[in-house]
């Protein structure tokens, strides 16, 4: 984990089902954070780094992968990602914001496409290497909301059946269940300003004290 208490290397991951807000509220909060003067860099998942942003054009087009494949494929972009950008930023005394991270692949190819969470949780931790977030924000929307939210179905993530969404969406209210004190539950039909306080409330203790709001 990175060191809590400090401005120094803050990892803070937003996470959820399509249509919640995620970049939206990533960018939000990366805003907040550089008028206060901190370090921030705003990345996302999958891409962010080269070799990541290939795997995302795979990811994202390729409807010939496997379960299994997209499940390694996400955690060879999440390598990347974390050891060529996150953690280089993280030590440099960065507060780094990612728009979804490791617990995407739980919910979409665990819970989502049924791919076993152990062997996911397992692909993750080589993935991570020993990195967790300090603060994971799940913009929680009903799933039907979200997706007539998208504009577009050019991802096909997208054009999943609804029950596959529905079992996205459960999988990471139960997900942050397991782990409370990482997550914060925010309910994505509130108003776009109303979510951003409520992240916002829960970073700011996180910051030294002359940069609390
Ligand atoms: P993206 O365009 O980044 O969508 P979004 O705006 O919803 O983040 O597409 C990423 C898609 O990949 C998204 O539908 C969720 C999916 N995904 C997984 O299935 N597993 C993962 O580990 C990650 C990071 C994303």
């Known amino acids: 984990m990175a060191a809590s208490g400090t401005a120094l290397g803050i990892f803070i991951t937003f996470e959820g089902g399509e249509g919640g807000g995620k970049s939206r509220q990533s960018r939000i909060l990366t805003r907040h954070l550089r008028r206060r003067g901190i370090p921030v860099l705003l990345t996302h998942e ?8 290939r795997l995302r054009r795979l990811l994202k087009g390729n409807s010939a992968l496997t379960p299994e494949a997209e499940l390694l494929l996400f955690a060879a972009s999440r390598a990347q990602l974390t050891s060529r950008v996150i953690r280089p930023a993280l ?14 692949t739980l919910a979409y190819q665990g819970y989502g496409r ?3 969470r152990e062997a996911i949780r397992a692909a993750n931790r080589v993935a991570m290497s020993g990195l967790t977030p300090d603060i994971t924000v799940l913009l929680d929307v009903p799933e039907e909301v979200g997706l007539a939210r998208k504009h577009t179905d050019d991802d096909r993530f997208i054009r999943e059946p609804l029950p596959f969404h529905q079992r996205v969406r459960q999988g990471y209210l139960e997900l942050s269940r397991l782990e409370p004190q990482r997550w914060l539950v925010v309910d994505a039909l509130l108003p776009e300003k109303e979510v ?4 916002w409330e829960r970073v700011a203790p996180l910051l030294p004290r002359g940069d609390r709001p």
């Open 46 to 53: 999958p891409g962010g780094e080269p070799l990541a942003a």
């Open 114 to 116: 049924g791919v076993d």
């Open 91 to 104: 030590a440099g005394g960065r507060v780094v914001v990612c728009d979804r991270y490791a617990d995407s």
């Open 196 to 199: 951003a306080r409520a992240v």
